[in-house]
T-cell receptor
Framework: DADVTQTPRNRITKTGKRIMLECSQT?????MYWYRQDPGLGLRLIYY???????NKGEISDGYSVSRQAQAKFSLSLESAIPNQTALYFC????????????FGEGSRLTVL | AQSVTQPDIHITVSEGASLELRCNYS??????LFWYVQSPGQGLQLLLK??????LVQGIKGFEAEFKRSQSSFNLRKPSVHWSDAAEYFC????????????FGAGTRLAVHP
């Protein structure tokens, strides 16, 4: 089983719908992240969390919200999806003091029609 | 502001040939530097990282990278490419004390011809 699990792996939805992407990890890491990948743009940070009570905006947080339900769970929500949120979304984890290495899930491909 | 530039969007090499993927960064202090690989349908996997010390770092799968401060570069190399190396490669920079917030380049997609 993967250490960082994302659900769903693929989702097609319509403009205006609410969508939640979920991430769970068994690595025991305290830090969790949501990135968005677009062709030609690489990965951009949406939100990150250093522990259950800590939530921080990344560079492209507009239109997104997150919830850290437990140390092992970090969900990303699109309250009202729009077509330019069509992308591949990655959850990642890291451990405090581990000097930068991120561990990624396999990605959630979201298409907004 | 931190930034990462990967000048080559696509690279095609023949199997057995050598490979060099370019990465240039912009950062005001000594950065943490990383190379990640993304195989089709997979998440990103760390190939190697540089924090300090020897500027030539070895990674997994036979890859190495060299940090050149004077050129603000961190190029990835492999002496002999295998067909299984076909993937997308991302260079990333992190700030010391930046709590693992990495800035990624746009990626270089590598194709390997038999």
């Amino acid at each position: 089983d993967a250490d960082v699990t994302q659900t769903p792996r693929n989702r097609i939805t319509k403009t205006g719908k609410r969508i939640m992407l979920e991430c769970s990890q068994t690595k025991g890491h305290d830090r969790m992240y949501w990135y968005r990948q677009d062709p030609g743009l690489g990965l951009r940070l949406i939100y990150y969390s250093f522990d259950v009570k800590d939530i921080n905006k990344g560079e492209i947080s507009d239109g997104y919200s997150v919830s850290r339900q437990a140390q092992a769970k970090f969900s990303l929500s699109l309250e009202s999806a729009i077509p330019n949120q069509t992308a591949l979304y990655f959850c990642a984890t890291s451990l405090y003091g581990n000097t930068g290495e991120l561990f990624f899930g396999e990605g959630s491909r979201l298409t907004v029609l | 502001a931190q930034s990462v530039t990967q000048p080559d969007i696509h690279i095609t090499v023949s199997e057995g040939a050598s490979l060099e993927l370019r990465c240039n960064y912009s950062y005001g202090a000594t950065p943490y530097l990383f190379w990640y690989v993304q195989s089709p349908g997979q998440g990103l996997q760390l190939l190697l990282k540089y924090f300090s010390g020897d500027t030539l770092v070895q990674g997994i799968k036979g890859f190495e990278a060299e940090f050149k401060r004077s050129q603000s570069s961190f190029n990835l190399r492999k002496p002999s490419v295998h067909w299984s190396d076909a993937a997308e490669y991302f260079c990333a920079v992190g700030a010391i004390g930046g709590y693992n917030k990495l800035i990624f380049g746009a990626g270089t997609r590598l194709a390997v011809h038999p």
